[in-house]
């Protein structure tokens, strides 16, 4: 009895969710994106997370010009699906609504060439090359264990050499790329003027003003306060609550 009413209710959260979900994308077919938002937030409520989720709220808000809550969702959306070029192509529309234009600090020298490297995939596609390489290794140890041919089994042990040794840049590439990840904490301005102060105090002169929808990224918390990181450079204290994190 106590399986079959565990089976029932599980079967109503998924009926009611998929409900949920399906009456926002009805609601966004028919121009209503104010209530598509709530319909998709009670999904967000339910701790219910998917792409599609953040991607057709970041729609929605877009929609309704509401620059901050558009961007935050297409870059949570992105989070979960690094490589969506139309949730990419989303972003960028969604960007142009921006007032302020941050530059990107291009790094130089050794450290660019292997951001730039390590940055062609993320940490979950390095683990799945990595997952690949693994299994031509074993391909070729077993082809290398049962070969009686001399030419044969160096050709098995060469192949295991360089598969090994692309191994180690994989598993590398995968590490630096998921504590890269670990390490970013970016957040999206959510006020619509916010004063970035160059001390974690009120009455601090002010480093430079940001707008609603830049994205930053938090160096460390005090109290209150956070430090803050631009793309540029550039760096101050903002206030909790005119930020919401990514992460």
């Known amino acids: 009895m106590k399986n079959l009413l565990y089976i029932v209710l599980l079967t109503t959260?998924?009926?009611f969710a998929q409900n949920g979900f399906e009456n926002g994308n009805a609601l966004y077919q028919k121009g209503k994106y104010q209530e598509a938002i709530a319909a998709y937030e009670t999904e967000l409520s339910a701790k219910k997370q998917s792409v599609e989720l953040y991607f057709n709220l970041g729609n929605c808000y877009y929609k309704l010009n509401k620059v901050a809550p558009a961007i935050y969702n297409y870059e949570k959306a992105l989070l979960l699906n690094p490589d969506d070029t139309e949730i990419q192509n989303n972003l960028k529309f969604a960007q142009k609504l921006q007032i302020d234009d941050i530059k990107t600090l291009e790094k130089v020298?050794?450290?660019k060439i292997i951001q730039d490297f390590?940055?062609?995939y993320n940490y979950n596609t390095w683990g799945g090359i990595t997952v690949g390489l693994s299994i031509v290794f074993l391909l070729f140890f077993v082809g290398y264990y049962f070969s009686q041919i001399t030419v044969s089994k160096r050709l098995f042990f060469l192949g295991m050499f360089v598969v090994m040794l692309l191994l180690l840049v994989s598993v590398s590439c995968a590490i630096f790329e998921k504590n890269q990840f670990n390490n970013d904490q970016p957040?999206?301005?959510f006020s619509e003027v916010v004063s970035v102060k160059s001390e974690p105090k009120v009455g601090a002169v002010n480093a430079f003003v940001l707008?609603?929808?830049?994205k930053v990224y938090v160096l460390e918390s005090l109290d209150n306060w956070n430090k803050i990181q631009l793309t540029d450079g550039n760096e101050g204290?903002?206030?909790n609550s005119t930020i919401k994190r990514l992460k």
Request: glycine content about 10%; overall charge negative.
């Open 187 to 189: 957040a999206i301005v």
């Open 211 to 214: 707008h609603e929808g830049t």
């Open 109 to 111: 020298g050794f450290n």
């Open 118 to 120: 390590t940055n062609t």
């Open 13 to 15: 959260q998924v009926f």
């Open 237 to 239: 204290w903002i206030e």
